[in-house]
T-cell receptor, first 115, second 114 residues
């Protein structure tokens, strides 16, 4: 079973609409992250989240974005009023230890298409 | 903030040959440098990482070197195979975990020619 699942795998929305992207880690983790990747470009950090609070955020993560962990398991990214330039892959990541090492482990992503 | 430059953007090598991808970073406080492999339609997958207290690390056909003075690090893949074809990203952060987000390079599309 994958360590991190993301839903939906693909979301199509109209400009100006709100979207909620979900991340479900398989086990309990302390740190969660959201990244985005515009088609053909590099992966960009959006926000890190620890103990139900934002730890760090990038300049991309402006007021139209918010994150929360509403029920102690799902970790969500909300975009309040989508713009065309929000079209991208959005990856959730967790901080995990593996064989004594630590890593940021990425989920499979949600493709967001804003029309 | 941190800026990571990655070269080349595309690299084509013959199967069995070696591939080298290079990255530079700007923030001297960075001390964790992972490399991710991304296959089409999938999320980035960590393949190897290195911390600033180590100059080189090897895992089978993959090795990473780090020069903290020059602020650059490189990925070396030997005896390349068709399944190595993918996009490779270098990244940097101050800690590798915790609150820090990773700053990624723009990626290298590695093509293994049969």
């Amino acid at each position: 079973e994958p360590e991190v699942t993301q839903t939906p795998s693909h979301q199509v929305t109209q400009m100006g609409q709100e979207v909620i992207l979900r991340c479900v880690p398989i086990s309990n983790h302390l740190y969660f992250y959201w990244y985005r990747q515009i088609l053909g470009q590099k992966v960009e950090f959006l926000v890190s989240f620890y103990n139900n609070e934002i730890s760090e955020k990038s300049e991309i993560f402006d007021d139209q974005f918010s994150v929360e962990r509403p029920d102690g398991s799902n970790f969500t990214l909300k975009i309040r009023s989508t713009k065309l330039e929000d079209s991208a892959m959005y990856f959730c990541a967790i901080y995990r230890t593996s064989g004594g090492a630590i890593e940021q482990f990425f989920g499979p992503g949600t493709r967001l298409t804003v029309l | 903030g941190e800026n990571v430059e990655q070269h080349p953007s595309t690299l084509s090598v013959q199967e069995g040959d070696s591939a080298v991808i290079k990255c530079t970073y700007s923030d001297s406080a960075s001390n964790y440098f992972p490399w991710y492999k991304q296959e089409l339609g999938k999320g980035p997958q960590l393949i190897i990482d290195i911390r600033s207290n180590v100059g080189e690390k090897k895992d089978q056909r993959i090795a990473v070197t780090l020069n903290k003075t020059a602020k650059h690090f490189s990925l070396h893949i030997t005896e390349t195979q068709p399944e190595d074809s993918a996009v490779y990203f270098c990244a940097a952060s101050k800690s590798g975990g915790g609150a820090d987000g990773l700053t990624f390079g723009k990626g290298t599309h590695l093509i293994i020619q049969p």
